[in-house]
């Protein structure tokens, strides 16, 4: 998988790994994709939401105990 850019969220809570996942895909262009690292449990759920509404792909999850790292192909 070819990362374009990689964000590291580990430490903060809602609403700012959302926030920070919209910051790095306006830097995107189409079918670039992104790797963020979040700590916030429910980050999940967010980025869900925002991603299936925003038509992004989430490509995949990898959890670990403390943290997901989520890889994201903009639309």
């Not at 979040?38 to 105990?65: R, Y």
């Amino acid at each position: 998988m070819n990362i374009t850019l990689e964000i590291d969220a580990t430490g903060l809570n809602c609403p700012m790994p959302l926030l920070k996942l919209k910051k790095a895909l306006n830097q995107l262009n189409s079918a670039e994709i992104l790797k963020i690292i979040v700590s916030d449990p429910a980050a999940h759920l967010d980025f869900g939401v925002f991603c299936n509404q925003a038509a992004h792909e989430i490509l995949s999850i990898e959890k670990t105990e403390y943290a997901q790292t989520f890889f994201i192909k903009k639309n």
